[in-house]
């Protein structure tokens, strides 16, 4: 009798340890080895896991049939939380006869060019934007429209590598900078060579210059399904300016954009955004900055938003992201839970103040603050930091969720909350942890 079970490609291990425990025999995992070597969570039950070189796409399909026919297990679906790993789950999808999103739209996508593109073929707002392979690529790209441009790799997820230029000796210092941090960057899978309009692109090389839209972020998951996208939650995102350009300090929810759109109103621009990348199902999540009422659409990926925002979703309203995933990618539908189960909370991101090997890292006055219903910390002693832009992960030592008192001044709220993690280092200072 085969065991039927959903599939989750290439993600990290804190995530293979929640499912595992919250759902127990519901998911097994294709995991980069690497990965596994390093973490510090237990390992799942035997035969949940399927360790591979995930650099190595040709291998994986191979070791997945002879595990699959190993452990008589039958997969029910296939669930993908990771940028990087997205491609590889498209592959096996194809191969497997499963549903999910093609290669083509996990290209468009992922592409921050390629995505803008069709967006402005279907008259759908978004910034300006050109591929830029030198400095004075990018210079000109500036002079063309005239104001503020971000520079950004092709691919890639988060803050890592955005550069605000406000004139053209930062667009150049910017360029170079992506060039020579990117040239030998350990990430193979998230700034792999793929095929744009017929030529292969190397994002190690060719970068975007996007215009600069001000206005407040806000980050929303919905669900694409039966030609109709339902919104699951909307974020407001919370900047501390200090930090490096398009760090997100903090998420909060439920929150409502000021948004002025008349007929289907924002779903159904998020449902012709996500088809006219090719999707025709999915979960996906929406980065978008408020412009004269519109919600002008920087990044959409077909994965729910992760970080902080699944524990923050869990405290606010109940909703699990986790299970809202593998229960989509297994037919069954996903919905929002009711406005009125929704509590007012904000998930802050704790970050080091300064780099160095971590002696002591103390969250007691963070977890002793009434306003504080959640904390957690993803590093411990003997952790090194190291900050932007050599590296962009290792100064993010978890996060801590919290009722604010109020709506506004929420950022020095967050401040005033981070403050309270203590933490030492090995080099001779003693941080307290404050993401300005």
């Given at each position: 009798m085969s065991d039927r079970r959903a599939l989750v490609v290439g993600t990290t291990c804190d995530y293979v340890d929640i499912i595992c425990r919250r759902f127990p025999q519901r998911a097994i995992f294709i995991t980069d080895g690497s990965l596994r070597a390093k973490?510090?969570?237990?390992?799942?039950?035997?035969?949940?896991?399927?360790?591979?070189?995930?650099?190595?796409?040709?291998?994986?399909l191979p070791a997945l049939r002879r595990h699959l026919d190993r452990f008589a297990f039958q997969l029910s679906g296939i669930a993908c939380f990771d940028c990087e790993s997205m491609s590889l789950a498209a592959l096996i999808a194809q191969s497997l006869g499963l549903p999910y999103p093609s290669a083509e739209a996990i290209v468009a996508c992922r592409c921050k060019f390629r995505s803008k593109q069709l967006w402005r073929k279907a008259r759908l707002p978004c910034p300006?934007?050109?591929?830029?392979?030198?400095?004075?690529?990018?210079?000109?790209?500036?002079?063309?429209?005239?104001?503020a441009v971000v520079l950004k790799p092709l691919t890639g997820s988060g803050s890592e590598f955005l550069f605000l230029c406000g004139d053209e000796e930062e667009c150049a210092d910017a360029f170079e900078t992506l060039r020579s941090r990117l040239a030998d960057h350990r990430d193979v899978r998230m700034y792999a060579p793929y095929r744009l309009d017929g030529r292969s692109v190397d994002p190690r090389r060719v970068f975007v210059a996007e215009e600069f839209v001000r206005g407040d972020e806000y980050s929303c998951d919905f669900v694409l399904d039966a030609g109709r996208a339902s919104i699951l939650r909307t974020a407001r995102k919370v900047h501390d300016p200090?930090?490096?350009?398009?760090?997100?300090?903090?998420?909060?929810?439920?929150?409502?954009?000021?948004?002025?759109?008349?007929?289907?109103?924002?779903a159904g621009q998020l449902r012709r955004a996500s088809q006219s990348l090719g999707l025709n199902r999915a979960i996906c999540m929406l980065d978008f900055v408020i412009r004269d009422g519109q919600a002008c659409m920087?990044?959409?990926?077909?994965?729910?938003?992760?970080?902080?925002?699944?524990?923050?979703?869990?405290?606010?309203?109940?909703?699990?992201m986790l299970k809202c995933a593998i229960d989509f990618a297994e037919g069954l539908p996903a919905a929002a839970p009711a406005l009125s189960s929704w509590r007012?909370?904000?998930?802050?991101?704790?970050?080091a103040s300064r780099g160095g090997e971590i002696a002591r890292i103390d969250a007691s006055a963070l977890r002793r603050d009434r306003r504080?219903?959640?904390?957690?910390?993803?590093?411990?002693?003997?952790?090194?930091?190291?900050?932007?832009?050599?590296?962009?992960?290792?100064?993010?030592?978890?996060?801590?969720?919290?009722?604010?008192?109020?709506?506004?001044?929420?950022?020095?709220?967050?401040?005033?909350?981070?403050?309270?993690?203590?933490?030492?280092?090995?080099?001779?200072?003693?941080?307290?942890?404050?993401?300005?």
């Open positions: 973490a510090t969570e237990p390992s799942p039950p035997e035969g949940a896991e399927l360790l591979c070189d995930l650099p190595r796409p040709e291998s994986v300006r934007v050109e591929l830029v392979e030198s400095s004075s690529d990018a210079v000109q790209f500036m002079q063309s429209i005239g104001g200090p930090q490096p350009f398009g760090t997100t300090l903090a998420y909060a929810v439920p929150a409502d954009p000021p948004l002025r759109l008349d007929g289907e109103g924002f920087i990044e959409l990926a077909p994965r729910p938003g992760g970080d902080c925002i699944p524990p923050l979703l869990l405290a606010s309203c109940g909703m699990d007012h909370l904000a998930g802050v991101r704790l970050f504080v219903v959640d904390c957690c910390l993803t590093r411990s002693p003997g952790h090194r930091v190291v900050l932007p832009p050599e590296d962009y992960a290792s100064r993010l030592l978890g996060y801590a969720i919290f009722q604010p008192a109020r709506p506004e001044g929420l950022e020095g709220q967050c401040l005033d909350i981070a403050s309270n993690l203590r933490v030492e280092m090995k080099t001779p200072t003693c941080a307290t942890v404050n993401p300005s």
